[in-house]
DNA sequence: GCCTACTTGGCAGCGACTGCCAAGTAGGCG
DNA sequence: CGCCTACTTGGCAGTCGCTGCCAAGTAGGC
Protein backbone atom coordinates (compact mmCIF):
# COMPACT_ATOMS: atom_id res chain seq x y z
CA UNK A 1 0.00 0.00 0.00
CA UNK A 2 3.23 2.57 -0.78
CA UNK A 3 3.81 5.92 1.49
CA UNK A 4 1.08 6.71 -0.09
CA UNK A 5 1.90 8.95 -2.47
CA UNK A 6 -0.71 9.48 -5.55
CA UNK A 7 -3.00 11.75 -5.38
CA UNK A 8 -5.55 9.88 -4.35
CA UNK A 9 -8.59 10.82 -2.53
CA UNK A 10 -7.43 10.58 1.25
CA UNK A 11 -4.58 8.37 3.50
CA UNK A 12 -5.27 5.75 4.73
CA UNK A 13 -7.74 2.92 3.90
CA UNK A 14 -9.56 3.70 7.46
CA UNK A 15 -9.89 7.01 6.78
CA UNK A 16 -11.62 6.32 3.08
CA UNK A 17 -13.74 3.65 4.63
CA UNK A 18 -14.99 5.78 7.20
CA UNK A 19 -16.10 9.00 4.86
CA UNK A 20 -17.68 7.07 2.67
CA UNK A 21 -20.01 5.11 5.30
CA UNK A 22 -20.40 8.71 6.69
CA UNK A 23 -21.72 10.06 3.56
CA UNK A 24 -23.96 6.77 3.35
CA UNK A 25 -25.45 7.33 5.94
CA UNK A 26 -25.75 10.88 5.54
CA UNK A 27 -27.78 10.51 2.91
CA UNK A 28 -29.57 7.62 3.55
CA UNK A 29 -30.95 9.86 7.02
CA UNK A 30 -31.66 12.61 4.95
CA UNK A 31 -33.58 10.93 2.51
CA UNK A 32 -35.87 9.04 4.71
CA UNK A 33 -36.40 12.28 6.52
CA UNK A 34 -38.28 13.66 3.67
CA UNK A 35 -40.07 10.48 2.85
CA UNK A 36 -41.48 10.13 6.08
CA UNK A 37 -40.35 13.12 8.55
CA UNK A 38 -37.54 13.59 10.95
CA UNK A 39 -40.12 12.44 13.88
CA UNK A 40 -41.36 9.53 11.89
CA UNK A 41 -38.06 8.06 11.22
CA UNK A 42 -36.05 5.62 14.11
CA UNK A 43 -32.14 5.66 14.16
CA UNK A 44 -32.91 2.43 14.12
CA UNK A 45 -33.89 2.56 10.98
CA UNK A 46 -31.88 4.27 9.71
CA UNK A 47 -28.79 2.23 10.87
CA UNK A 48 -30.32 -0.87 9.12
CA UNK A 49 -30.92 0.57 6.12
CA UNK A 50 -27.47 2.27 5.82
CA UNK A 51 -26.16 -1.16 6.97
CA UNK A 52 -24.51 -0.09 9.80
CA UNK A 53 -24.87 -0.88 13.61
CA UNK A 54 -27.04 1.61 15.49
CA UNK A 55 -23.96 2.25 18.15
CA UNK A 56 -21.62 2.12 15.09
CA UNK A 57 -24.29 5.45 13.57
CA UNK A 58 -23.77 6.87 16.86
CA UNK A 59 -19.93 6.66 17.21
CA UNK A 60 -20.26 8.92 13.75
CA UNK A 61 -22.31 11.22 14.72
CA UNK A 62 -23.26 12.04 17.89
CA UNK A 63 -27.02 12.39 18.08
CA UNK A 64 -30.21 12.22 15.76
CA UNK A 65 -29.93 15.65 15.23
CA UNK A 66 -26.48 15.91 13.74
CA UNK A 67 -27.73 13.47 10.89
CA UNK A 68 -29.66 16.71 9.43
CA UNK A 69 -26.50 18.38 9.63
CA UNK A 70 -25.25 19.82 6.72
CA UNK A 71 -21.62 20.62 8.63
CA UNK A 72 -22.88 22.79 11.27
CA UNK A 73 -19.40 23.64 12.67
CA UNK A 74 -18.14 24.35 9.14
CA UNK A 75 -21.18 26.76 8.76
CA UNK A 76 -19.33 28.49 12.32
CA UNK A 77 -15.89 28.59 11.32
CA UNK A 78 -16.41 30.18 8.09
CA UNK A 79 -19.12 32.72 9.21
CA UNK A 80 -16.42 34.10 12.09
CA UNK A 81 -13.32 33.91 9.99
CA UNK A 82 -15.18 35.97 7.04
CA UNK A 83 -16.12 38.65 9.62
CA UNK A 84 -12.90 38.52 11.36
CA UNK A 85 -11.35 38.96 7.89
CA UNK A 86 -13.08 42.17 6.87
CA UNK A 87 -10.97 45.37 7.47
CA UNK A 88 -11.59 47.62 10.29
CA UNK A 89 -13.46 50.84 8.15
CA UNK A 90 -16.79 47.79 7.37
CA UNK A 91 -18.88 48.54 9.70
CA UNK A 92 -20.57 45.61 12.12
CA UNK A 93 -23.94 45.37 10.13
CA UNK A 94 -21.82 44.93 6.08
CA UNK A 95 -19.26 42.36 8.17
CA UNK A 96 -21.78 40.28 9.03
CA UNK A 97 -23.66 40.03 5.77
CA UNK A 98 -20.24 39.51 4.17
CA UNK A 99 -19.48 36.27 6.53
CA UNK A 100 -23.17 35.03 5.99
CA UNK A 101 -22.69 35.31 2.39
CA UNK A 102 -19.37 33.60 2.58
CA UNK A 103 -20.96 30.52 5.08
CA UNK A 104 -24.08 30.27 2.78
CA UNK A 105 -21.61 29.49 -0.12
CA UNK A 106 -21.04 26.10 1.78
CA UNK A 107 -24.60 24.49 0.72
CA UNK A 108 -24.15 21.36 -1.66
CA UNK A 109 -26.88 22.44 -3.75
CA UNK A 110 -29.95 24.33 -3.40
CA UNK A 111 -32.04 21.48 -3.75
CA UNK A 112 -30.62 19.83 -0.91
CA UNK A 113 -30.54 23.04 1.12
CA UNK A 114 -34.13 23.28 0.54
CA UNK A 115 -34.48 20.07 1.97
CA UNK A 116 -33.17 20.60 4.78
CA UNK A 117 -34.71 24.00 5.83
CA UNK A 118 -37.92 22.49 4.95
CA UNK A 119 -37.75 19.66 7.13
CA UNK A 120 -36.50 22.19 10.05
CA UNK A 121 -39.59 24.31 9.63
CA UNK A 122 -41.29 21.83 9.98
CA UNK A 123 -39.97 19.78 13.01
CA UNK A 124 -40.51 21.81 16.18
CA UNK A 125 -37.62 20.00 18.08
CA UNK A 126 -34.88 20.46 14.92
CA UNK A 127 -35.94 24.03 14.83
CA UNK A 128 -35.34 24.50 18.58
CA UNK A 129 -31.78 22.92 18.14
CA UNK A 130 -30.83 24.90 15.22
CA UNK A 131 -31.79 27.75 17.11
CA UNK A 132 -29.74 26.90 19.60
CA UNK A 133 -26.46 26.22 17.70
CA UNK A 134 -27.49 29.74 16.59
CA UNK A 135 -26.43 31.14 19.70
CA UNK A 136 -23.12 29.30 20.10
CA UNK A 137 -22.27 30.64 16.80
CA UNK A 138 -23.63 33.98 18.66
CA UNK A 139 -21.02 33.69 21.14
CA UNK A 140 -18.11 33.11 19.21
CA UNK A 141 -18.41 36.21 17.16
CA UNK A 142 -19.47 38.11 20.17
CA UNK A 143 -15.86 39.35 20.83
CA UNK A 144 -15.23 40.63 16.83
CA UNK A 145 -18.21 42.46 16.86
CA UNK A 146 -17.59 43.76 19.98
CA UNK A 147 -14.87 45.25 19.32
CA UNK A 148 -15.58 46.39 15.31
CA UNK A 149 -18.33 48.45 17.44
CA UNK A 150 -16.31 50.40 19.37
CA UNK A 151 -18.20 51.72 21.85
CA UNK A 152 -16.71 50.51 25.21
CA UNK A 153 -19.06 50.77 28.52
CA UNK A 154 -21.24 49.57 30.52
CA UNK A 155 -23.87 47.93 27.80
CA UNK A 156 -21.48 47.00 25.68
CA UNK A 157 -21.88 43.13 25.68
CA UNK A 158 -25.14 43.81 25.25
CA UNK A 159 -25.43 45.91 22.50
CA UNK A 160 -23.15 43.35 20.50
CA UNK A 161 -25.54 40.57 21.10
CA UNK A 162 -28.20 42.59 20.53
CA UNK A 163 -26.78 43.43 16.92
CA UNK A 164 -25.45 39.82 16.86
CA UNK A 165 -28.84 38.07 17.41
CA UNK A 166 -30.81 40.49 15.64
CA UNK A 167 -28.59 39.16 12.48
CA UNK A 168 -29.07 35.41 13.26
CA UNK A 169 -32.83 36.77 13.64
CA UNK A 170 -33.09 38.21 9.98
CA UNK A 171 -31.11 35.39 8.88
CA UNK A 172 -33.73 32.73 10.27
CA UNK A 173 -36.22 34.62 9.13
CA UNK A 174 -35.12 35.10 5.49
CA UNK A 175 -34.14 31.53 5.16
CA UNK A 176 -37.84 30.24 6.58
CA UNK A 177 -39.17 32.66 3.88
CA UNK A 178 -37.54 31.26 0.55
CA UNK A 179 -38.58 28.00 1.96
CA UNK A 180 -42.09 29.17 1.76
CA UNK A 181 -41.45 30.72 -1.76
CA UNK A 182 -40.36 27.00 -2.28
CA UNK A 183 -36.50 28.24 -2.89
CA UNK A 184 -37.41 30.97 -5.31
CA UNK A 185 -35.21 34.16 -5.25
CA UNK A 186 -32.44 34.56 -3.45
CA UNK A 187 -31.81 34.32 0.08
CA UNK A 188 -29.78 37.06 0.52
CA UNK A 189 -32.41 39.24 -0.98
CA UNK A 190 -35.22 38.32 1.37
CA UNK A 191 -32.15 39.23 4.69
CA UNK A 192 -31.41 42.48 3.13
CA UNK A 193 -35.15 43.04 3.31
CA UNK A 194 -35.52 41.69 6.92
CA UNK A 195 -32.72 44.39 7.67
CA UNK A 196 -33.54 47.17 6.34
CA UNK A 197 -37.27 46.55 7.59
CA UNK A 198 -35.80 46.81 11.53
CA UNK A 199 -33.17 49.12 10.81
CA UNK A 200 -35.26 51.45 8.78
CA UNK B 1 -70.72 20.34 49.73
CA UNK B 2 -73.62 22.55 48.41
CA UNK B 3 -73.74 24.03 44.59
CA UNK B 4 -70.65 25.89 45.88
CA UNK B 5 -72.09 29.38 46.34
CA UNK B 6 -69.21 30.66 48.73
CA UNK B 7 -65.93 32.59 47.84
CA UNK B 8 -64.40 30.14 48.11
CA UNK B 9 -60.93 29.50 46.42
CA UNK B 10 -62.60 27.09 43.56
CA UNK B 11 -65.05 24.92 42.46
CA UNK B 12 -64.99 21.42 43.54
CA UNK B 13 -62.71 19.34 46.18
CA UNK B 14 -61.21 17.87 42.72
CA UNK B 15 -60.19 21.01 41.47
CA UNK B 16 -57.89 22.50 44.59
CA UNK B 17 -56.32 19.04 45.15
CA UNK B 18 -55.55 19.14 41.85
CA UNK B 19 -54.17 22.40 41.75
CA UNK B 20 -52.37 21.82 45.11
CA UNK B 21 -50.39 18.90 43.72
CA UNK B 22 -49.64 21.31 40.96
CA UNK B 23 -48.01 23.69 42.84
CA UNK B 24 -46.34 21.19 44.74
CA UNK B 25 -44.52 19.66 41.86
CA UNK B 26 -43.90 22.80 40.20
CA UNK B 27 -41.75 24.07 43.94
CA UNK B 28 -40.49 20.70 44.37
CA UNK B 29 -38.92 20.93 40.30
CA UNK B 30 -37.94 24.45 40.39
CA UNK B 31 -35.95 23.62 44.05
CA UNK B 32 -34.54 20.44 42.90
CA UNK B 33 -33.14 22.45 39.24
CA UNK B 34 -31.81 25.10 41.23
CA UNK B 35 -29.72 22.67 43.62
CA UNK B 36 -28.21 20.09 41.36
CA UNK B 37 -29.25 21.34 37.74
CA UNK B 38 -31.58 20.51 35.43
CA UNK B 39 -30.20 17.52 33.58
CA UNK B 40 -28.86 16.11 36.61
CA UNK B 41 -32.13 15.90 38.09
CA UNK B 42 -34.67 13.04 36.87
CA UNK B 43 -38.80 13.66 36.62
CA UNK B 44 -38.40 10.51 38.96
CA UNK B 45 -36.90 12.15 41.68
CA UNK B 46 -38.92 15.02 41.36
CA UNK B 47 -42.43 12.67 41.57
CA UNK B 48 -40.66 10.75 44.50
CA UNK B 49 -40.16 14.21 46.46
CA UNK B 50 -43.24 15.84 45.19
CA UNK B 51 -45.07 12.36 46.61
CA UNK B 52 -46.91 11.89 42.95
CA UNK B 53 -46.56 9.03 40.44
CA UNK B 54 -44.44 9.48 37.62
CA UNK B 55 -47.49 8.50 35.26
CA UNK B 56 -49.43 11.13 37.16
CA UNK B 57 -46.82 13.85 37.15
CA UNK B 58 -46.55 13.45 33.42
CA UNK B 59 -50.47 13.34 33.30
CA UNK B 60 -50.28 17.14 34.94
CA UNK B 61 -46.74 18.27 32.78
CA UNK B 62 -46.73 16.59 29.75
CA UNK B 63 -42.68 17.03 29.34
CA UNK B 64 -40.08 18.04 31.56
CA UNK B 65 -39.66 21.19 29.96
CA UNK B 66 -43.02 22.34 31.46
CA UNK B 67 -41.98 21.81 34.98
CA UNK B 68 -39.97 24.88 34.74
CA UNK B 69 -42.74 26.35 33.18
CA UNK B 70 -43.72 30.25 34.62
CA UNK B 71 -47.23 29.83 32.71
CA UNK B 72 -45.72 30.56 29.28
CA UNK B 73 -49.11 30.13 27.51
CA UNK B 74 -49.95 32.90 30.08
CA UNK B 75 -47.42 35.02 29.03
CA UNK B 76 -48.04 34.62 24.99
CA UNK B 77 -52.01 35.63 26.11
CA UNK B 78 -50.98 38.91 27.55
CA UNK B 79 -48.31 40.11 25.30
CA UNK B 80 -50.58 39.26 22.29
CA UNK B 81 -53.49 40.78 24.26
CA UNK B 82 -51.77 43.96 25.19
CA UNK B 83 -50.52 44.35 21.66
CA UNK B 84 -53.62 44.49 20.30
CA UNK B 85 -55.02 47.09 22.24
CA UNK B 86 -52.69 49.71 21.74
CA UNK B 87 -54.20 52.30 19.95
CA UNK B 88 -53.69 52.35 15.97
CA UNK B 89 -51.77 55.51 15.96
CA UNK B 90 -48.83 53.21 18.20
CA UNK B 91 -45.63 52.80 16.26
CA UNK B 92 -44.95 49.01 16.11
CA UNK B 93 -42.50 48.75 17.86
CA UNK B 94 -44.02 51.14 20.85
CA UNK B 95 -46.54 48.46 20.59
CA UNK B 96 -44.70 45.30 21.19
CA UNK B 97 -42.69 47.13 23.99
CA UNK B 98 -45.98 47.58 26.06
CA UNK B 99 -46.93 43.69 25.47
CA UNK B 100 -44.11 42.73 26.63
CA UNK B 101 -43.96 44.94 29.79
CA UNK B 102 -47.62 43.86 30.33
CA UNK B 103 -46.14 40.00 30.44
CA UNK B 104 -43.56 40.50 32.12
CA UNK B 105 -45.91 41.58 35.00
CA UNK B 106 -46.78 38.23 35.08
CA UNK B 107 -43.60 36.75 37.38
CA UNK B 108 -44.51 35.33 40.78
CA UNK B 109 -41.02 37.08 42.64
CA UNK B 110 -37.89 38.67 41.22
CA UNK B 111 -36.34 35.94 42.90
CA UNK B 112 -37.81 33.06 41.70
CA UNK B 113 -37.71 34.89 37.78
CA UNK B 114 -34.02 35.34 38.52
CA UNK B 115 -33.53 31.39 39.29
CA UNK B 116 -35.58 30.11 36.43
CA UNK B 117 -33.46 32.76 33.92
CA UNK B 118 -30.17 31.73 35.29
CA UNK B 119 -31.40 27.76 34.97
CA UNK B 120 -32.65 28.77 30.79
CA UNK B 121 -29.28 30.50 30.75
CA UNK B 122 -26.96 27.74 32.19
CA UNK B 123 -29.12 24.57 30.20
CA UNK B 124 -28.54 24.05 26.21
CA UNK B 125 -31.77 21.73 26.15
CA UNK B 126 -34.06 24.13 28.25
CA UNK B 127 -32.50 27.85 26.02
CA UNK B 128 -33.23 25.87 22.95
CA UNK B 129 -36.91 24.60 23.99
CA UNK B 130 -37.32 28.74 25.19
CA UNK B 131 -36.23 30.05 21.82
CA UNK B 132 -38.37 27.11 20.12
CA UNK B 133 -41.61 28.62 21.97
CA UNK B 134 -41.31 32.28 21.46
CA UNK B 135 -41.02 31.42 17.75
CA UNK B 136 -44.77 29.87 18.65
CA UNK B 137 -45.65 33.58 20.41
CA UNK B 138 -44.19 35.35 16.99
CA UNK B 139 -46.50 33.70 14.77
CA UNK B 140 -49.52 34.68 17.07
CA UNK B 141 -48.16 38.14 16.63
CA UNK B 142 -47.66 38.00 13.04
CA UNK B 143 -51.32 38.97 12.00
CA UNK B 144 -51.31 42.01 14.31
CA UNK B 145 -48.16 43.71 13.45
CA UNK B 146 -48.49 43.07 9.77
CA UNK B 147 -51.57 45.13 10.45
CA UNK B 148 -49.51 47.76 12.32
CA UNK B 149 -46.81 47.68 9.80
CA UNK B 150 -49.62 48.62 7.40
CA UNK B 151 -47.52 48.73 4.33
CA UNK B 152 -48.80 45.76 2.17
CA UNK B 153 -47.02 43.96 -1.01
CA UNK B 154 -44.80 40.79 -1.83
CA UNK B 155 -42.47 41.22 1.44
CA UNK B 156 -45.15 42.05 3.80
CA UNK B 157 -44.58 38.91 5.29
CA UNK B 158 -40.93 38.32 5.91
CA UNK B 159 -40.78 42.42 7.11
CA UNK B 160 -43.16 41.92 9.75
CA UNK B 161 -41.63 38.29 11.15
CA UNK B 162 -38.00 40.44 11.21
CA UNK B 163 -39.50 43.09 13.53
CA UNK B 164 -41.05 40.33 15.62
CA UNK B 165 -38.03 38.38 15.40
CA UNK B 166 -35.71 40.97 16.09
CA UNK B 167 -38.11 42.21 19.55
CA UNK B 168 -37.19 38.96 21.00
CA UNK B 169 -34.06 38.30 20.14
CA UNK B 170 -33.51 41.98 21.81
CA UNK B 171 -35.50 40.78 24.89
CA UNK B 172 -33.60 37.60 25.24
CA UNK B 173 -30.75 39.42 25.19
CA UNK B 174 -32.20 41.84 27.92
CA UNK B 175 -32.96 39.00 30.38
CA UNK B 176 -29.75 37.21 29.63
CA UNK B 177 -27.71 40.36 30.35
CA UNK B 178 -30.13 40.74 33.76
CA UNK B 179 -29.36 37.71 34.88
CA UNK B 180 -25.27 37.98 34.04
CA UNK B 181 -25.95 41.10 36.62
CA UNK B 182 -27.72 38.74 38.82
CA UNK B 183 -30.87 40.70 38.89
CA UNK B 184 -29.22 44.37 39.43
CA UNK B 185 -31.17 46.81 36.95
CA UNK B 186 -34.99 46.54 35.23
CA UNK B 187 -34.96 44.44 32.37
CA UNK B 188 -36.79 46.90 30.35
CA UNK B 189 -33.98 49.43 30.48
CA UNK B 190 -31.66 46.45 29.22
CA UNK B 191 -34.01 45.79 26.03
CA UNK B 192 -34.21 49.94 25.15
CA UNK B 193 -30.56 49.60 24.94
CA UNK B 194 -30.73 46.80 23.21
CA UNK B 195 -33.53 47.91 20.48
CA UNK B 196 -31.72 51.32 20.16
CA UNK B 197 -28.10 49.27 19.45
CA UNK B 198 -29.92 48.20 17.01
CA UNK B 199 -31.81 50.29 15.60
CA UNK B 200 -29.33 53.13 16.10
C1' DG C 1 4.05 -13.04 9.56
C1' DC C 2 3.05 -10.87 13.78
C1' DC C 3 1.81 -7.52 17.09
C1' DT C 4 -0.52 -3.26 17.90
C1' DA C 5 -4.05 0.07 17.29
C1' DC C 6 -8.21 1.18 15.74
C1' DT C 7 -13.01 -0.07 14.50
C1' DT C 8 -17.17 -2.58 14.85
C1' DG C 9 -21.34 -4.79 16.76
C1' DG C 10 -24.09 -6.51 20.44
C1' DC C 11 -25.94 -6.16 24.92
C1' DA C 12 -27.46 -4.14 28.98
C1' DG C 13 -29.04 -0.02 30.97
C1' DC C 14 -30.75 4.96 31.76
C1' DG C 15 -34.06 8.68 31.19
C1' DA C 16 -38.01 10.84 28.90
C1' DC C 17 -42.43 9.69 27.52
C1' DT C 18 -46.95 6.88 26.22
C1' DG C 19 -50.77 3.40 26.24
C1' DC C 20 -53.27 0.33 28.81
C1' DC C 21 -55.55 -1.57 32.66
C1' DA C 22 -56.99 -2.04 37.39
C1' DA C 23 -58.09 0.22 41.72
C1' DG C 24 -59.56 4.08 44.40
C1' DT C 25 -62.28 8.28 45.33
C1' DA C 26 -65.38 12.54 44.68
C1' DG C 27 -69.96 13.86 43.20
C1' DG C 28 -74.70 13.58 42.19
C1' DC C 29 -78.73 10.63 42.61
C1' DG C 30 -82.62 8.35 44.73
C1' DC D 1 -77.58 6.79 53.81
C1' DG D 2 -75.97 4.01 50.12
C1' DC D 3 -75.14 3.49 45.25
C1' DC D 4 -73.68 4.32 40.67
C1' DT D 5 -71.06 7.05 37.59
C1' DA D 6 -67.20 9.81 36.29
C1' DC D 7 -62.89 11.18 37.07
C1' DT D 8 -58.23 10.34 38.90
C1' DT D 9 -54.39 7.62 40.17
C1' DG D 10 -50.60 4.26 40.01
C1' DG D 11 -48.16 0.49 38.02
C1' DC D 12 -46.40 -2.01 34.18
C1' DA D 13 -44.67 -2.73 29.86
C1' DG D 14 -42.87 -0.78 25.85
C1' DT D 15 -40.64 2.84 22.50
C1' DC D 16 -36.92 5.87 21.35
C1' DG D 17 -32.61 8.43 21.84
C1' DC D 18 -28.29 7.65 23.76
C1' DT D 19 -24.09 5.59 26.53
C1' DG D 20 -20.73 2.27 28.63
C1' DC D 21 -18.68 -1.97 28.29
C1' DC D 22 -16.76 -5.98 26.28
C1' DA D 23 -15.54 -9.20 22.73
C1' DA D 24 -14.30 -9.89 17.97
C1' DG D 25 -12.48 -8.43 13.58
C1' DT D 26 -9.36 -5.83 10.53
C1' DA D 27 -5.80 -2.29 8.81
C1' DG D 28 -1.05 -0.77 9.53
C1' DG D 29 3.76 -0.78 10.77
C1' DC D 30 7.63 -3.68 12.18
Redesign the interface.
Known sequence: MRREGAADSAGTLWDRTRQAASREILETALRLFVEQGYDETSVAQIAKEAGVSQRTLFRYFGTKEDLLGGNQERFGRVLADTVGEQSADVDVWAALRAGIVAAQGLHDSREQALDRFRLLRDT??L???W??KG?RFQDELLPLVKARMGAAGR?A???????L??A???L???V??WV?RDGKGEVMD?YD???A???G
Open positions: ASRAGLELGDARARAVATFACDTAMTDLECVAVR
